[in-house]
């Protein structure tokens, strides 16, 4: 579908709600199991002018997309607990009480849940493969290793993402992430934000984050490659550690890739961004009327008026 702009505004499906960043601010919208819509909108991110350069901005951006998810996710969750206000707390559960005080629990929780955001899909997808690879026999040379590698790290992928789609709980969570796509897409057909409008755009958008984790994979298989063709390096730790110094060049590269894949339309960018698109069946699913509506009430509120998030 050819649209009349592309916008930087981007966003996240979570319990029962989405988050969407504009430029200048962004808008988390969580359904409550009444039915009421809540908001809360943050001013944007400013990262330092060396975050803005090419390659750097794409760590910089997945770190904070990443914490900013985790954070929001748990941010939803707290609309959903009170079935458990009644359980009484655990004796572990009452000492931390005393120790930390319930803002210093908190603090924890956020802190370790966001760390183990962030840690999972960089150990499960990135690291655990690297490891395994370190496995393979020394007289397998370089290139048997490296491939056997990208194809584990590519498995493990596809297995999560299939077994975490057939999740009650996560379908809807990614039908909200199909609300989202459609919303954004509708926004840049410069169409109005109504639900028919938006109901009848395509659910699979290029600039997707489950599009940029494949592309993740692809590229670290790629330069990976290289690097340990130039120094083979066998012993399985030392081979994931040296995978976790080459990630930030990685990422800054798969950023870059999928921001050129999703800027353009040309026939190589669309033929770049195919299997990226084809993942999304896995987790971009059909929204409701509710979730479109939810979505078209983040989108607006972070729409700049001045035009900045044009692309």
């Known amino acids: 579908m050819t649209t009349q702009k592309k916008t930087t505004i981007g966003g996240q499906a979570i319990i029962e709600g989405i988050v969407m960043k504009g430029p200048k601010k962004s808008c988390t919208v969580v359904r409550k199991a009444d039915g009421e819509l809540i908001s809360k909108e943050e001013p944007a991110h400013t990262p330092a002018p ?9 760590a910089y951006g997945l770190f904070t997309a990443m914490k900013d998810g985790v954070q929001a996710i748990n941010y939803s969750a707290t609309f959903f607990e009170d079935e458990q206000a009644d359980v009484p707390p655990s004796k572990f559960e009452a000492w931390l009480e ?24 960089v150990g499960l997808f990135m690291l655990l493969p690297s490891f395994l690879g370190g496995f393979v026999p020394e007289n397998w ?3 048997a290793r490296n491939a056997l590698e990208g194809c584990v790290r590519v498995v493990i992928f596809l297995l999560f993402m299939w077994s975490v789609s057939h999740m009650k709980d996560i379908r809807r969570t990614f039908s909200y992430h199909g609300a989202e796509h459609k919303t954004i897409f509708c926004y840049e057909a410069g169409e109005a ?16 984050g489950t599009s940029f984790m494949f592309v993740l994979i692809i590229v670290m298989t790629i330069v990976s490659s290289i690097v340990f063709s130039l120094v083979d390096i066998v012993n399985p730790v030392l081979r994931m550690l040296a995978h976790l110094l080459l990630l930030p060049l990685v990422v ?10 999703g800027r ?5 960018s669309r ?8 993942i999304q069946r896995l987790t971009v699913f059909e929204p409701d009327d509710s979730m479109i509506e939810l979505a078209i009430t983040a989108m607006q509120a972070v729409i700049p008026a001045d035009g900045s998030d044009n692309w």
Not at 252 to 261: D, K, T, V
Not at 264 to 268: F, G, M
Not at 271 to 278: A, E, I, N, S, T
């Open 141 to 143: 040379g370089v290139l």
């Open 264 to 268: 353009s339309d040309s026939l190589v």
């Open 50 to 58: 060396l975050w803005k350069l090419p390659v750097f901005r794409g």
């Open 271 to 278: 033929v770049l961004r195919w299997p990226g698109l084809m």
């Open 98 to 121: 005393r120790k930390l005080g319930s803002a210093g629990i908190e603090k924890c929780i956020l802190g370790l849940s966001t760390a183990l955001g962030i840690a999972l899909p």
């Open 193 to 208: 934000l109504t639900v028919d409008n938006v109901r009848r755009q395509p659910r699979f958008h290029p600039r997707c």
């Open 252 to 261: 800054g590269i798969s950023y870059e890739f999928n921001r050129y894949a």
